[in-house]
């Protein structure tokens, strides 16, 4: 019962812990799109928080190129945002471990896909790295906007981001020699036209893995863990895969990555935006699992 007496424990200490002192860590040349966050007052660990679909931000340069009404625009960042990880995942900082803030939409760029659209799975639904495409299959940019503006976004925003991720694993790995990416995400209980499997259950987390990245006991912590605090899981099932950056992806095992998925209707009004009651009961588990993770991660 060693995770559900942990879990009591870091629920009632929660609101303490709230204060722990975080700043931007600024690499030279950064672009503005990405904070890296780490803790003042903490010794520093090997594992990288990504969140990198929490903003809502549009840049007003980016906006004319978005065919949507201010009112189809919100209904669009309220469908794919993952509102609020940055918040339920920060206790990676304060245990130590770098947090890496996706600052703009991903309606802007997602920089978890690959730059090139013949690789890209997910381009053949008009969402690459850059969007042609709604979750509901409408047209976010017109196809010959799309053509133009694609190499400017990739350029000013996708590998200046991903070049930053980049730069920031390869600091973790000279100091520690291993790193731990989790990946950061949140998802709606009632899927989207854009979903591969629509008909696939909706647990309360989902983990995606990677054969080449994800140790076996990560999955088996998660696995535990879920099972004695009864949370349903879902492995690699409704999402799958989870982001290491492309220097690395299926070339150096130093470098292991897990992705979370949480159900969104556990911890926020899915229609308001606002947090539920169940807020402070998924951070706290969040907290509890990543730091048994980082634990274990710490031994390898």
């Known amino acids: 019962m060693i995770y559900r007496n942990l879990f009591n424990q ?3 200490c929660t609101l303490s812990t709230r204060s ?7 690499f030279a040349g950064m672009q ?4 890296i966050l780490k803790s003042e007052s903490t010794k520093h660990l090997p594992v990288i928080a990504h969140v990198p679909h929490s903003s809502v931000i549009v840049p007003a340069n980016v906006r004319p190129e978005i065919v949507l009404n201010d009112a189809e625009l919100n209904e669009e960042l309220l469908a794919l945002t993952d509102r609020y990880t940055d918040e339920l995942f920060d206790g990676i900082v304060k245990l130590g471990g770098y947090a890496f803030v996706n600052k703009l939409s991903r309606l802007v760029i997602d920089p978890e896909r690959f730059p090139l659209d013949e690789e890209e799975e997910m381009s053949k639904k008009g969402m690459g790295a850059v969007y042609r495409l709604t979750s509901q299959g ?3 940019r017109e196809e010959s906007i799309f053509n133009k503006c694609r190499g400017f976004l990739m350029s ?8 930053a991720f980049e730069d920031l694993t390869s600091k973790v790995l000279i100091e520690f020699g291993h790193c731990l990416i989790i990946d950061c995400h949140s ?13 696939a259950a909706r647990p309360d987390i989902c983990i995606g893995t990677s054969k080449f990245h994800t140790p ?9 863990y879920c099972k004695v605090n009864d949370l349903s899981l879902g492995i690699n099932a409704p999402f799958k895969d989870t982001y290491v950056p492309l220097k690395f992806y299926r070339k150096d095992q130093r470098v292991s990555s897990v992705m979370f998925e949480i159900r969104r209707d556990l911890y926020m ?3 308001s935006c606002l947090k539920n009651e169940g807020f402070d009961r998924i951070k706290a588990h969040i907290e509890v699992l990543t730091k048994i993770l980082i634990d274990a991660f710490m031994k390898f």
Do not use: V, W
Not at 20 to 26: L, M, Q, R, V
Not at 32 to 35: K, S
Not at 156 to 163: G, V
């Open 32 to 35: 503005t799109n990405c904070h």
């Open 156 to 163: 000013r925003y996708f590998f200046p981001y991903s070049s």
């Open 187 to 199: 998802y709606p209980l009632i899927p989207l036209p854009y979903e591969k499997d629509p008909e």
């Open 10 to 12: 870091i629920q009632d």
């Open 20 to 26: 722990t002192t975080c700043k931007p860590f600024i």
């Open 269 to 271: 009004d899915e229609s």
């Open 216 to 224: 076996a006991i990560i999955m088996d912590i998660i696995k535990d």
């Open 138 to 140: 409408r047209i976010l």
